[in-house]
């Protein structure tokens, strides 16, 4: 029973540098979204998605990108890393896109990223 | 727009204690409210939720909230505080749409003393 699995759990970049956060569910949900976590700052959304093909901006889209080609996949890509972007990112998903909100994330369990 | 405001990053009390964590909201259109809970070196997992139905929702571990809509407001309560419920605490609110997307608080920290 994975759920939401991240990969890598921890990541150390140098300034300039690119990488991607891997995000795979195999609950078949079509809601999955990026969300960074950082002291006293919360949760604060990146990315989300309805579905495959489907991709829109949270509150702090600046500096990354995401695609959708599958169901299960939802990676994260930072294209030239900045000390800004030191944090534990969070991949999430939820049931559903039609009808009523259920509301219920599934978190996977982070993945902590260094820039130097 | 949607959202919320967490009164408290920290908040300690004894063991035994009322709980109370507080959550106020901002949105356009009818929300729905969500506590989420994290333990350290995990993700979140969900406490409750109010969507539209009953004002007061009881959730996991004997936590309740009360959604307010005349305050604005979602706090969570629990009547007696366990050491096992430090964490940190995260109220959300989202639309009535699946397709939704989430804000989440800036989070609480509840310390349980002995």
């Known amino acids: 029973n994975a759920g939401v699995t991240q990969t890598p759990k921890f990541q150390v970049l140098k300034t300039g540098q690119s990488m991607t956060l891997q995000c795979a569910q195999d609950?078949?949900?079509?809601?999955m979204s990026w969300y960074r976590q950082d002291p006293g700052m919360g949760l604060r959304l990146i990315h989300y998605?309805?579905?495959?093909?489907?991709?829109d901006q949270g509150e702090v889209p600046n500096g990354y990108n995401v695609s959708r080609s599958t169901t299960e996949d939802f990676p994260l890509r930072l294209l030239s890393a900045a000390p800004s972007q030191t944090s534990v990112y969070f991949c999430?998903?939820?049931?559903?896109?039609?009808?009523?909100?259920?509301?219920?994330?599934?978190f996977g369990e982070g993945s902590r990223l260094t820039v130097l | 727009a949607q959202s919320v405001t967490q009164l408290g990053s920290h908040v300690s009390v004894s063991e035994g204690a009322l709980v109370l964590l507080r959550c106020n909201y901002s949105?356009?259109?009818?929300?729905?409210l969500f506590w989420y809970v994290q333990y350290p070196n995990q993700g979140l997992q969900l406490l409750l939720k109010?969507?539209?139905?009953?004002?007061l929702v009881k959730g996991i571990n004997g936590f309740e909230a009360e959604f307010k809509k005349s305050e604005t407001s979602f706090h969570l309560t629990k009547p007696s505080a366990h050491m096992s419920d430090a964490a940190e605490y995260f109220c959300?609110?989202?639309?009535?749409?699946?397709?939704?997307?989430?804000?989440f608080g800036s989070g609480t920290r509840l310390s349980i003393r002995p």
């Open positions: 959300a609110v989202s639309g009535y749409s699946s397709a939704s997307k989430i804000i």
């Open positions: 109010y969507t539209s139905a009953a004002t």
């Open positions: 949105s356009s259109v009818p929300p729905y």
């Open positions: 609950m078949n949900h079509e809601y």
């Open positions: 999430a998903s939820k049931s559903g896109t039609s009808g009523l909100n259920t509301g219920e994330l599934f």
């Open positions: 998605s309805v579905g495959a093909g489907i991709t």
